[in-house]
């Protein structure tokens, strides 16, 4: 993999005439349509549109979890379609974080287990010490011992989020990281991932269908039947799709 990029001069992550067809019964399907996005270290970006338009695949896409049909997609200086298998998993270890809808914890590992798990794989000697420092920063500092069934939806998802953070990713992305929670709860973990997001100056791109949570982003992207129709700053102006 290449030497660490230098972010004043590219992108975090961009987009190059991206496209994504699955195989279906009825024959192929363009899941994303010649998308090109290119997004800045340290902003906040909200993709936006209906069930169906793209915007989780291409979340997926820029995690590496995902490969694009054609195209190029590059994050942190490098071209996610020239990576085998382990050097995306490193990749993603050392410059992304992802936040689902799901929690996707491990049931019979503790919550301070889940966290420091991703920062073992790294090889990082102070992965638990990192793990419980990433508990505090959620207000889960008294629940390391607590396995995912102790815990609430709400809680969860704040061991989630310290998982994906714990690494101090660079890009962080989150698809509907409030779906599954009430609407107080939700508004709490959304604050704490706007105030981490900030504190440690990661790239945050946001898939919602909270206009109170786009409103909160630098810049919010637009799609429809796999494209982006528009990309517009949070107040109005639309600077085009790439900043």
């Known amino acids: 993999m290449n030497a660490e990029p230098d972010h004043m001069s ?6 190059e005439d991206v496209s994504l ?39 997926m896409v820029m995690g590496g979890l995902e490969h694009a049909t054609s ?4 994050v942190a200086g490098e071209n996610l379609g020239a990576l085998g298998e382990n050097d995306l998993a490193r990749l993603r270890g050392r410059y992304i974080g992802i936040v689902f809808q799901s929690f996707h914890l491990i049931p019979t590992m503790t919550a301070l287990e889940n966290v420091a798990l991703p ?6 000697n102070d992965a638990f010490a990192a793990a419980e420092e990433a508990l505090g920063d959620v207000g889960l500092g008294h629940r ?23 690494p101090r990713p660079k890009l962080l992305l989150a698809d509907e990281p409030t779906g599954n929670l009430d609407a107080r709860t939700g508004a709490q973990v959304m604050d ?23 409103a909160r982003c630098k810049r919010i992207v637009g ?21």
């Open 10 to 15: 590219v992108p975090l992550a961009k987009f």
């Open 21 to 59: 067809t699955l195989p279906s019964r009825a024959g192929p399907v363009e899941i994303l349509r010649r998308i090109s996005l290119d997004i800045a270290a340290g902003e906040a970006v909200g993709i936006v549109g209906p069930s169906g338009s793209g915007k989780t695949t291409l979340l």
């Open 71 to 74: 195209g190029r997609v590059q």
């Open 119 to 124: 920062l073992e794989f790294l090889g990082k």
């Open 144 to 166: 390391l011992d607590h396995f995912p069934a102790q815990l609430s939806g709400g809680e969860q998802q704040r061991v989630a989020l310290a998982r994906a953070l714990a």
């Open 192 to 214: 704490l991932i706007f105030e981490l997001q900030d504190r440690h100056g990661a790239t945050l791109v946001l898939v919602t269908h909270d206009q109170a949570l786009t």
């Open 223 to 243: 799609m429809h039947d796999g494209r982006i129709l528009s990309a517009a700053a949070a107040d109005g102006q639309r600077p085009g799709l790439a900043p």
